[in-house]
Each structure stands twice: as structure tokens, then as C-alpha cells.
């Protein structure tokens, strides 16, 4: 098929449902009905590369998830023969079209100006892959962003999306930042998310019932932040205090992160440096906590105001026992 110019191409991608229908809201194009594909110039099949590509505002649209771009490239293979163990679980007919009969999409690609959204999560970005086989997409380019009701994650090398595993990954000045303001910074973060609807647990009856209020409430559908995990520079900012380590990890239900590795906590002039450190981002308090084999150290400046309030006992040993004061004036 050539390219169409000048008006509108369409062009609808039959599906082969494997398992139940997902009710979340999040990015999710294994699963769900038909795919309908649309373009300004129009659609192509090439049959030697396998390939389906639409070109000019291209829009695909699969159940409550669609992928905007300049282009949309298709990739499609042969079905496994009857009785044969499937490659992959989601397979994408393209029995609409008598030249591609048998054949099924496994890889779509989005180029330009890229935007997959649903009705309550988004991610932006140049260029996005998305391998059906493994119900992962890749995001590259510049001003990477995955928005959700509940948080917003950036990244300047790649993004990594599996909404089947309930996880996201950040590479690169990778920042995640909560609808309630708290902000946790690293080279690489890795967020997970909580499943919309319990897999497990009570009667057949309340699934479903918790199923029905999942797909009603959109934010219940987007999934919540459940835990994050940081590694590399890892920065974490409340109100009044910046602290910095090698990893870490945030659990927002508590509000509590704990960091790990040459931390440092800053509040004004004021610093403490230790191996771990809990910080409750709920209020603002930071506890630096000592090695099994070390003491805590720290530089207290007596006339700065942000000293009074300063959470961290630069003196405590693990046993709860005073050890000696860092010499003043010089930092450790």
C-alpha cells in the first residue's frame, strides 16, 4: 500500500485477546481492543522490512491508551503455527489487510513530539519504544517526563515504563517529585507502584466490587507511589534541610526515606556527615544515624538560627552513649 497524501488515513489493527482486560488507567498497550491508527499523510505497509508506518500527526489509539507522534513505525512478524507455544502474550492481528494475513505486531515505535497519555497518567518525550513481547516502553530524548496523578518523574538519559511490573525507571538527574511537594533526586531511581486491584484476598464478589470502584475513581486506576529507590547522588530536600547519599529509599505511605553511603545533612550553615540517615519528610526531621564501627560528625555553627532546631545529636554513638565533640571549626 503507498502512502496516502492529503487527507486522513486510517487503519484498524484487529486483536487477539489473551486474559482479562486491564480497568487501570496506566500505559498499557498489551492489553485492550482493537488498535486504530491514524495520519495526516498517510499510511504505508512494507512487506520486505515488516513494517507499518504512518506519517504526519500519527495517532494510535488501543482501549483507554493513545500514542501521539510525527510517525508511528509497526513491526509485525508471523503468528506461531497452530499449537505452537506464542512468542509473546499480546498479538496484534493484521488479518484486515489480505497482504498481511497471519502476521502480528510486536514492537511499536513513536517518533517526534511524542506523547502517550490515558485519561489520568502521561509520558513525554523525542522517541518511545514499546515491546509488546516484554510490556516495556523506552522513552528518549530530551525533557523526559512521566506525570501521574500522584507524582511526576524526569529524567535526562531514558525512561523506562513497565506497567505490567508496576514500575518506573529513571535514568540520568532522574528527579521524582510528589503531588505533596516532597522531592527525591538521584543518577537512577526506580519507582514502584501499588496494583489498582488486589490480586489476592477476600471473596470473588469484592474483587470485583473493588474492580468496579477502581475503574469509577481515576486515581485509584493510575496506581500510588508505593516505593521509590535511589541510587548515585542521591538527594533528598524537606523544608529546612538537604540531605545527600550513595542510595536510598522513600516509602511515601510513611513519608520516611533512609539514606545510605557518605551521607551529609545541610540545614543552613549547620552540617552533620554519618553512614545512614532517616529523614521524615512528613515533618521535616532528619536523624543521622552512626556506623557499627564509627560516631557520627558534624560542624555546628552556635549563631546560626537553623542550628536550635537541628534533629542530629552530632555526638550519639549507637549505643546512645556520648562520645567526644568534633573539634569546633573544622570540619570532618
Do not use: C
Amino acid at each position: 500500500m503507498n502512502p496516502a497524501h492529503g487527507f486522513a488515513a486510517a487503519l484498524l489493527l484487529g486483536l487477539s485477546m489473551t486474559g482479562t482486560q486491564a480497568h487501570a488507567q496506566q500505559l498499557d498497550l498489551t492489553r485492550g481492543g482493537p488498535i486504530d491508527i491514524t495520519a495526516r499523510d498517510g499510511i504505508e505497509w512494507r512487506q520486505v522490512d515488516q513494517q507499518v508506518i504512518a506519517r504526519g500527526d500519527a495517532v494510535a489509539v488501543r482501549g483507554n491508551v493513545t500514542v501521539t507522534g510525527d510517525q508511528l513505525i509497526a513491526w509485525y512478524r508471523k503468528k506461531p503455527a497452530a499449537g505452537a507455544q506464542p512468542v509473546s502474550q499480546p498479538a496484534v492481528s493484521l488479518d484486515s489487510d489480505a497482504s498481511t494475513a497471519g502476521n502480528e505486531i510486536y514492537r511499536l515505535q513513536a517518533e517526534g513530539h511524542v506523547r502517550i497519555f490515558t485519561q489520568t497518567d502521561e509520558a513525554l518525550g523525542d522517541k518511545a519504544t514499546y515491546d509488546l513481547d516484554q510490556a516495556v516502553m523506552v522513552m528518549t530524548g530530551r525533557h523526559l517526563k512521566l506525570t501521574t496523578p500522584n507524582d511526576v518523574i524526569t529524567a535526562r538519559d531514558d525512561l523506562e515504563y513497565w506497567p505490567q511490573k508496576h514500575m518506573a525507571v529513571a535514568r540520568g538527574d532522574a528527579v521524582v517529585v510528589t503531588n505533596d511537594a516532597r522531592r527525591v533526586a538521584a543518577d537512577t531511581l526506580v519507582a514502584y507502584t501499588q496494583a489498582a486491584v488486589p490480586a489476592t484476598g477476600g471473596t470473588q464478589a469484592a474483587v470485583n466490587q473493588a474492580a468496579v470502584k477502581t475503574t469509577d475513581d481515576p486515581l485509584a486506576a493510575s496506581g500510588k507511589l508505593e516505593r521509590v529507590e535511589a541510587f548515585g547522588h542521591v538527594s533528598v530536600r524537606t523544608t529546612t534541610d538537604t540531605v545527600t547519599g550513595d542510595r536510598g529509599v522513600y516509602v511515601p505511605d510513611s513519608g520516611m526515606a533512609r539514606l545510605g553511603g557518605n551521607v551529609q545533612i545541610t540545614r543552613g550553615q549547620n552540617q552533620l556527615n554519618g553512614a545512614e540517615a532517616d529523614v521524615n519528610m512528613k515533618t521535616g526531621i532528619a536523624k543521622l544515624i552512626a556506623s557499627n564501627a564509627g560516631r557520627v560528625h558534624g560542624l555546628v555553627l552556635p549563631n546560626d538560627q537553623s542550628s536550635k532546631s537541628l534533629a542530629s545529636d552530632p555526638t550519639a554513638k549507637p549505643n546512645g552513649k556520648p562520645g567526644p565533640t568534633a573539634p569546633a571549626g573544622r570540619k570532618p
